[in-house]
């Protein structure tokens, strides 16, 4: 299936992803013709920034690191101000597949938020011990919430179309696992309609994980906090009308 991209803008954030985030560029648009890229780079003290602009991408450099939610809502920001009706979030470190880009764009026709779904029969991504249990309980709850069949709900490889992109500039959460689970939430309960496709998720392509064993080992606990707060938040509404 042929699907036009050039209303479509990939958000890359990127933090100290240098040793990665050229190779991933290439591909994105080797794969994605005439598409445009905005690389969010998020407070990093290498040449993330630099590399992104010889590859060709848009860059938006961050005094200081807010985390992959802040580096969205710049993205998301930046998209409404250009014209760009749909945003698909790629991460730079090489483990989502650019060629996947279309596949979740055009979903959209049919949705207003496509997940990437990473445990829905495609590739051999696995989780294990407290981050596979947190996995499979936040599924449930939010595929009840969402009134749809949700298997990665902590995907970041995702995509927004226009009506996503104008909550999202206004209320895209900042915290850890808000801009996964908690987003999830707030287009959930303003009726958005939520889908998935199955992608196969690869290995990082160069540089480390921003997030160290111990943060993984409080996964299940940081999940838990994460879901109690979003539901308990009370719904966001549109300062201009325009979310319905």
Not at 88 to 111: F, I, T, Y
Not at 115 to 124: C, K, N, Q, V, Y
Not at 153 to 176: I, W
Request: hydrophobic share 45%; glycine share 10%.
């Amino acid at each position: 299936m042929v699907v036009d991209l050039r209303k479509t803008l990939i958000v890359m954030p990127a933090f100290n992803e240098e040793a990665a985030i050229g190779g991933v560029l290439a591909e994105v648009f080797k794969t994605n013709p005439g598409i445009k890229c905005l690389v969010v780079d998020d407070g990093s003290r290498d040449r993330t920034s630099q590399i992104s602009r010889s590859a060709g991408a848009i860059v938006a450099t961050l005094p200081y690191n807010l985390g992959v939610g802040g580096a969205m809502r710049v993205g998301f920001n930046y998209a409404l101000a250009n014209d760009f009706e749909n945003v698909v979030q790629v991460d730079a470190d090489g483990q989502h597949n650019p060629d996947d880009v279309s596949r979740l764009v055009a979903e959209l026709r049919n949705a207003d938020l496509v997940l990437g779904a990473r445990f829905a029969g495609s590739g051999e991504y696995e989780a294990r011990g407290p981050r596979k249990w947190a996995i499979v309980i936040l599924a449930k709850i939010l595929s009840r919430s969402a009134h749809s069949k949700l298997t990665d709900t902590t995907s970041g490889f995702r995509a927004s179309g226009p009506r996503a992109v104008r909550l999202f500039a206004e209320n895209y959460p900042a915290e850890y696992l808000g801009d996964t689970v908690e987003s999830l939430v707030i287009a959930a309960r303003v009726g958005f309609r939520i889908t998935q496709v199955p992608v196969a998720m690869r290995t990082r392509a160069g540089g480390t994980p921003s997030h160290g064993s111990l943060k993984a080992s409080v996964f299940l606990v940081r999940v838990g906090v994460a879901i109690l707060f979003a539901f308990l938040r009370p719904p966001v509404t549109s300062r201009n009308g325009q979310f319905s």
